[in-house]
């Protein structure tokens, strides 16, 4: 086995000293800032899967740094959050002290995976000098109309002991701890990201990202068409509205139906008779989440308002309105107009109630809604940004509520308002964060008149942290402004973002909204962060996703330890396309490591031919298919070209040294450090990977060559693509160092050899 612990030892120490992965962030001529989902500390340290994120985005970042980019690949960690804050509490540590534990095992980790990251940029989102800015974005939020507290009806996860946006809600249960959801009435902040709606929606058009992200985003903002309309409730002048996409169906209208949080229904509390009955609905239908909502509407339920009725403005008929939880408040205006004869859901009900179902005629849709008094609209599913949170491990929200004043934002001279170093952290049952038992932190003067005031006890939503993280690496020790505005022009937005489809609405949606208000502050001169998004796969052991919930976590410290760091990567890339993810198997370890070692006994050996600066034809076709592979993500049928090219390499009796350099320089994003122990060998310029990517040639793709199929037994186990007319005795050479070829044969005896030129090989066993 080559010396990998030497030679990796030896060249991160190398790296480090002459910064190799640092770019001048002011005068690179080729910005290129290569972008990963940066961790959260909230176990013991990384796994495999975030390994196999972080190399597949390296790999990526290394091979347009050899195109000649300057890149930019920094790291942090995402460490404030319920998920570092619950980890904490398993570990009976306080979160301060556990964020420098995490933080010291988590670096240590990064640092031995052999990624080209920027290092003097790294940050931490618990740090002040990070969370100060992300009080002053919350403030300029405040100042542009962006952020509100209001009464709401919100998700509350009792095991957690905070409230869920929408989005953290998973099938009626809380996305973090499985844990059923209910329902309370708080007192929250929010973001009013509904404001963008539109923009949002129009702005997946101009991005280059995977088409099943972009379905997401678009189904989750939810456009529609229709028309609200307003329905008279009979000797009261209040009035019912409702959203429709369906105007034209009004003459078939025949009861309406509010969802149970519907302020109508509690405005007209003294008119309804069966208030009782109204009331115990309603507290029941609040238990649920609106996703078991959605889940039982084929159960329909609900209750008459009696004592209401409510006139069709077309028909000038009075018909009856009743609450069910079919109905989302969240839809349009938490009301419909139910059309039994041209709806599936009305019809339902209708059914179990036994309510009339009249099949009327249509009219023209624009003509009615004028006619009836009301308007064309365009409605979203999108609801703002719940952004508070109750808590402790976050940033405070920094606002004030003055009796005098109301509520006001802290001077921003007076940033970052400091998370004490409560002793009782621990989450409350209350619906209040634990920082409201703390009067000393909440204890303070109005800045506007200087009174009495309390301060703010929530803090901000961890997504807040991660979405703007990406601006401040290009300047970490800004103490006048969150972005450098002048790197910001020159780096962004973000070349290429990878990531997992598991952030396709929450972490990408809101750093799209934070984009839009940036862009508005001048900060920046973009409204999308991220030019290009690509997701990668995820890696499955024993059948399942690998998850620290399924217990299926794989800690990679042992197996860089035993094989090294390029066998680690390039087996990660190896177990399948890097979009699709793979099935992790500790016995496949062994394929890589024979290659790398193949490859160290290879060039440790080798004898040249007469160097005349040319590349061979065979290997202008490698270059092509892996230089297509690597743009396309496509790690592992790279690497499976890298194989060709070396069992081609070993064939010959001598080798051009412009083959052995092209082969190298094609290794190294995969195998940083081997690559470089090599390059060296050769007698080439510090470093490899700031040297220039091998060019094919098309004149020379044309080639005599054949595709040669290899078999055991008569089955199938690969092709090679070699010279017409390939000696009998080089092709099973060839076909013998086949890894597939190797595992098949085992420890069998290869009794007979089927040889057909340039068609096939089949060993055949005892």
Not at 95 to 101: F, G, R, Y
Not at 237 to 254: H, M, Q, S, V, Y
Not at 332 to 359: C, H, N, W
Not at 583 to 592: E, Q, V
Request: hydrophobic share 35%.
């Amino acid at each position: 086995m080559y010396p990998f612990a030497q030679i990796e030892s030896k060249w991160a120490k190398r790296w480090r000293e002459t910064s190799v992965y640092e770019p001048d962030l002011d005068k690179a001529r080729e910005p290129f800032y290569n972008l990963m989902m940066f961790p959260y500390p909230s176990a013991e340290g990384l796994h495999v899967g975030n390994i196999y994120a972080f190399t597949g985005s390296d790999i990526y970042g290394r091979f347009q740094r050899m195109h000649g980019k300057d890149v930019f690949e920094p790291i942090g960690l995402d460490g404030f959050g319920i998920h570092s804050e619950n980890y904490a509490l398993k570990q009976k540590t306080h979160p301060a002290k556990q964020s420098k534990i995490s933080e010291e095992r988590f670096y240590k980790q990064l640092d031995k995976i052999g990624n080209g990251f920027a290092w003097n940029e790294r940050l931490e989102t618990y740090d002040p000098d990070y969370y100060k800015w992300t009080q002053w974005i919350f403030i300029q939020m405040w100042k542009r109309g962006l952020a509100y507290k209001k009464k709401s009806n919100v998700n509350w996860c009792p095991a957690c002991k905070t409230v869920l946006a929408d989005e953290q809600v998973e099938g009626g249960e809380c996305e973090r701890c499985k844990t059923l959801v209910t329902k309370r009435e708080l007192e929250q902040w929010f973001f009013k990201i509904t404001k963008y709606a539109e923009r949002l929606l129009k702005n997946l058009d101009k991005i280059d990202w995977p088409n099943h992200i972009k379905i997401a985003q678009r189904n989750w903002i939810g456009r529609s068409e229709g028309a609200l309309l307003p329905f008279s409730v009979a000797d009261s002048k209040e009035k019912i509205k409702i959203f429709t996409t369906r105007p034209d169906t009004i003459l078939g209208a025949t009861y309406l139906v509010l969802a149970p949080e519907h302020e109508f229904i509690y405005r007209m509390k003294d008119r309804i008779t069966n208030w009782k009955t109204v009331e115990n609905y309603i507290r029941k239908s609040q238990s649920k989440t609106e996703n078991e909502r959605i889940a039982e509407s084929k159960a329909k339920t609900g209750v008459e308002l009696k004592g209401i009725k409510a006139v069709n403005p077309a028909t000038r008929k009075e018909i009856p309105v009743w609450v069910s939880d079919y109905v989302l408040v969240s839809y349009g205006t938490g009301a419909i107009m139910a059309v039994p004869a041209y709806d599936e859901r009305d019809e339902e009900f209708a059914q179990s109630f036994k309510l009339p179902r009249p099949k009327a005629k249509l009219v023209n849709g624009e003509a009615i809604t004028k006619k009836v008094g009301g308007r064309r609209q365009i409605n979203y599913h999108l609801r703002d940004w719940l952004i508070s949170r109750q808590r402790y491990w976050g940033p405070p929200i920094p606002m004030l509520y003055c009796g005098k004043c109301g509520w006001q934002p802290v001077p921003e001279k007076n940033l970052p308002v400091l998370l004490p170093q409560l002793k009782e952290f621990r989450p409350k049952k209350t619906g209040q964060s634990p920082l409201a038992s703390s009067p000393s932190f909440y204890q303070a003067r109005c800045p506007k008149c200087k009174g009495p005031a309390t301060r703010e006890t929530d803090v901000s939503d961890t997504f807040l942290d991660s979405a703007w993280y990406f601006y401040r690496y290009l300047d970490v020790n800004n103490q006048t402004s969150p972005i450098n505005k002048s790197r910001a022009k020159k780096w962004l937005p973000v070349d290429t973002y990878i990531g997992g489809s598991e952030h396709a609405v929450l972490h990408l949606l809101y750093s799209r909204f934070l984009a839009i208000v940036l862009k508005e502050l001048k900060l920046i001169d973009f409204d999308e962060p991220f030019t290009v998004f690509k997701n990668h796969g995820l890696l499955i052991k024993d059948g399942a996703k690998m998850s620290k919930s399924k217990g299926n976590v794989v800690v990679p410290d042992e197996y860089i330890d035993a094989f090294g760091t390029d066998t680690f990567r390039m087996y990660l890339m190896f177990l399948g396309p890097f979009q699709d993810g793979g099935d992790w198997r500790d016995s496949g370890m062994a394929g890589t490591t024979r290659f790398l070692n193949r490859v160290w006994d290879f060039f440790s050996d080798i004898e040249l031919s007469a160097d005349d600066g040319v590349i061979s034809d065979w290997m202008h076709a490698s270059i092509k298919k892996i230089t297509d592979d690597i743009s396309g993500l496509k790690y592992n049928t790279a690497i499976s070209e890298l194989m060709v090219s070396l069992r081609r390499l070993e064939s010959e009796s001598s080798v051009h040294k412009k083959d052995l350099e092209a082969f190298l320089l094609m290794l190294a994003p995969f195998a940083p450090f081997i690559t470089e122990e090599l390059w060296e060998k050769l007698g080439n310029e510090y470093s490899i990977h700031k040297a220039a990517w091998p060019q094919y040639d098309t004149d020379h793709l044309i080639v005599d060559e054949v595709s040669l199929i290899i078999q055991v037994n008569g089955k199938l186990r690969g092709s090679l693509r070699v010279k017409r007319d390939l000696k009998q005795e080089n092709a099973e050479k060839l076909g013998l160092g086949m890894e597939r070829v190797k595992s098949a044969l085992g420890d069998r005896r290869v009794k007979k050899i089927i040889f057909i030129p340039n068609r096939l090989v089949n060993f055949v066993t005892d």
